[in-house]
T-cell receptor, first 118, second 112 residues
Framework: NAGVMQNPRHLVRRRGQEARLRCSPM?????VYWYRQLPEEGLKFMVY????????ESGMPKERFSAEFPKEGPSILRIQQVVRGDSAAYFC????????????????FGAGSRLTVL | SQKIEQNSEALNIQEGKTATLTCNYT??????LQWYRQDPGRGPVFLLL?????KEKRKERLKVTFDTTLKQSLFHITASQPADSATYLC???????????FGKGTMLLVSP
């Protein structure tokens, strides 16, 4: 079991370009969460997805950011027209059940994708 | 407003001592609270979960307490080792919600 796989591990983009971050959840996990971590900041929730559905996107910026988790393939976090403020570590996590569904569920995190915007 | 607060200053202790980390929250009604460990350049790793109706949980050298009256969780590492040096994050699931909210974490440094 390879765990949660994220790629690329490091991504450098110039302002105005697009960034695509990919996440393959653990085998058997159908729930995917994206978090963003800025230096000296905590993990901030962005979006929660199940296959082909966005369940909660309350943490996603209204513009330029989108996420998907297709029936086949990894979950994708897409950032269009990146700005310097988008530089951060983006973590994906997965779980087998919805958080709270049985009152006890934990997240397995990937190693993160570090985006640097020049 | 809702807040999860962890000590922002690093905790420095000597090997063999007990490390105690604090997590306070306001305006949450957590169904449960979790603790994670994060090493530099890595993703968080789950350590322990404690439910709202539990007072204490143990796992090897780790112990977590949860006081819903004080709105506080304490995380203890007994017989600490330099390998325990990391940032420790508390996270809680608010009742009725489906996503974990994390504190900013406290860095623990254990010196030999």
């Amino acid at each position: 079991n390879a765990g949660v796989m994220q790629n690329p591990r490091h991504l450098v983009r110039r302002r105005g370009q697009e960034a695509r971050l990919r996440c393959s959840p653990m085998k058997g996990h159908s729930h995917v969460y994206w978090y963003r971590q800025l230096p000296e900041e905590g993990l901030k929730f962005m979006v929660y997805l199940q296959k082909e559905n966005i369940i909660d996107e309350s943490g996603m910026p209204k513009e330029r950011f989108s996420a998907e988790f297709p029936k086949e393939g990894p979950s994708i976090l897409r950032i269009q027209q990146v700005v310097r403020g988008d530089s951060a570590a983006y973590f994906c996590a997965s779980s087998p059940l919805r958080q709270g569904a049985d009152g006890a569920n934990v997240l397995t995190f990937g190693a993160g994708s570090r985006l640097t915007v020049l | 407003s809702q807040k999860i607060e962890q000590n922002s200053e690093a905790l420095n202790i000597q090997e063999g001592k007990t490390a105690t980390l604090t997590c306070n929250y306001t305006n949450y009604s957590p169904a449960y609270l979790q603790w994670y460990r994060q090493d530099p350049g890595r993703g968080p790793v789950f350590l322990l979960l404690i439910r709202e109706n539990e007072k204490e949980k143990r796992k090897e050298r780790l112990k977590v307490t949860f006081d819903t009256t004080l709105k506080q969780s304490l995380f203890h590492i007994t017989a600490s080792q330099p390998a325990d040096s990391a940032t420790y994050l508390c996270a809680l699931l608010n009742s009725g919600y489906s996503t974990l909210t994390f504190g900013k974490g406290t860095m623990l440094l254990v010196s030999p």
